[in-house]
């Protein structure tokens, strides 16, 4: 969720939303007034692209990316300082992979470790020129257990909204904390893609909005999508991207 603390540092929070989202998911149990409620989740097999616009003020910033999964196979892609970056995790391989595609290398690790270079995240990190380095899951967790808890969550159904001809289901969640600060999430929940949400948005109390949209949905993702290419060549450490 978001915090209000400050200039909000978009790149961050919009890994954070995304994940605190999917955490309420998995481990809240509805109970009987939202019984009805789709839980959020997703197909086995997709991809998709994944769009992000924040918005505080005037000031507005845009990341664009794209995300696939097959079973427990994960593949993210985006662009960073002008660069082409991939992420490929293979759990049943023990490995992962940060591809460079531009100069066909790629740096392979251990999958229970943090990417050398590049924080997993469902899209691309920020295209602002002053954008942070990208964070580490250990920060992540760091985050997540300083983020307060809500002393109060409600959620409703809202009307069906048709998203790319998918039926979504409206969540609305209304979350209070201690200090009396309301943050509200509207997720559009696809009712044939098991739950995936195809578009997020984020209010804070300050007025603050991120909104993430998932497009292009496809379920036909190639088995070598979640490969190094060939050609490529291993290296310890890929070139920085160059702002």
Known sequence: MMRALGKPDWSRLAWLVLLII???SCRRRPDAATAEIIAAGEPDIYSATVTRLAMDGEARETTSGSVARRGDWRRQQWTEAGAARALILRPDLGKGYLLDLDH???VEFDSGTT???AAVRDAAPSTSVNAP???SLEEVERALSDAPAPVQLNLRVLGDE?????PCQVIEERATFADGRVEVT???RARDLAGLPLLIEVESPNGARLTTERRDV????AIDDFAVPAGFRKVDQLPAAKK
């Open 162 to 166: 048709t998203i790319e001809d998918h």
């Open 186 to 188: 509207r997720s559009r």
């Open 115 to 117: 990417p050398p270079t």
């Open 22 to 24: 999917c955490l309420i």
């Open 218 to 221: 496809r379920l036909d993702v």
């Open 133 to 135: 380095p990208a964070i």
């Open 104 to 106: 066909r290398l790629y």
